[in-house]
């Protein structure tokens, strides 16, 4: 059974990959025991998210859209289904392989940001290319941590440490880090959740800019409807299911003033 499954969804994959999917989600289920009771949180999931899309999942609270991105992330193990990131797929991979294959394929933008206190803001965005790379590396590393941080208005900030960073600049350090690796995928939960509307238009500016740039496949997470109408495309999660999945053929468009100049270049 195991072996029939494992053929399957590396059929799965290699289809997808030749059809230039970045993301397949493919009958993906989660249920949970609560007591005698089984709750069902995702009732069977399936789309393709194309390489270089930007998609909005959205969704009420218990939607299961917070789920989704964690089983997306490799975070959690579906309980039928799978996930598949560039041509890899992940759900049921030995903990090791999976490490290797989240660390390299994904970045991650949280919404409480996630930094480690101890560190510098270099230092944090320097963190995924020394847990991934080997160490004769580590000064291209340096250099594209710099060339981040400066590219979203921290150039003068690198050595201050996160409790000496306002939000919005905790969120900008933490862009940086989820694109330092060159991610084909960057996933965001709630990215500007816990920030007041200003920072949270430059924070979303900047990630998008990062975005256009780099040529990644962006996952956003929201409850925003305003948020979603940036992104190429909106899919919509209610009880466990897909209700809508729309194309966006006129994305919305940001341009914070006086801010531009922080992620020319």
């Known amino acids: 059974m195991a072996e029939t ?3 399957e969804y ?5 289809t997808a990959s030749a059809a230039g999917a970045m993301i397949v989600v493919d009958g993906l289920r989660k249920s949970i025991r609560n007591g005698p009771r089984t709750v069902d949180i995702l009732k069977g999931i399936d789309f393709i998210v194309p390489k270089g899309e930007f998609v909005a999942i959205m969704g009420a609270s218990g939607s299961g859209k917070s ?5 997306l992330a490799g975070l959690d193990t579906p309980s039928a289904g799978n996930v598949h990131l560039n041509g890899t797929a992940i759900s049921y991979l030995a903990e090791d392989k999976l490490a290797q294959v989240r660390g390299k394929t994904i970045g991650f933008v949280f919404q409480s940001y996630q ?15 020394e847990l991934n790379t080997e160490s004769k590396d580590a000064a291209a590393g340096m250099a594209r941590a710099r060339e981040l941080l400066a590219s979203v208005g921290l150039g003068d900030r690198m050595d201050h440490y996160p409790v000496q960073l306002s939000g919005g600049e905790q969120q900008r350090v933490a862009l940086a880090r989820a694109f330092v690796l060159r991610p084909p995928i960057v996933l965001a939960d709630e990215p500007t959740g816990n920030l007041d509307t200003a920072n949270g238009a430059h924070v979303l500016e900047l990630l998008l800019h ?4 780099e040529g990644t496949t962006l996952v956003l997470v929201t409850h925003d409807p305003v948020l979603a109408t940036y992104a ?4 919509v ?8 999945d729309e194309r966006n053929p006129n994305p919305a468009t940001l341009n914070v003033p ?3 100049n922080a992620v020319a270049g």
């Open 5 to 7: 499954r494992e053929r």
């Open 10 to 14: 590396s059929r799965v994959s290699e």
């Open 67 to 71: 789920t989704l991105l964690g089983l």
């Open 115 to 129: 930094l480690i206190p101890t560190l510098t803001a270099l230092e944090n965005v320097l963190l995924p290319h």
């Open 210 to 213: 990062l975005n256009r740039i």
């Open 232 to 235: 190429n495309r909106r899919i």
């Open 237 to 244: 999660l209610r009880d466990g299911l897909v209700v809508a």
């Open 258 to 260: 006086g801010e531009t």
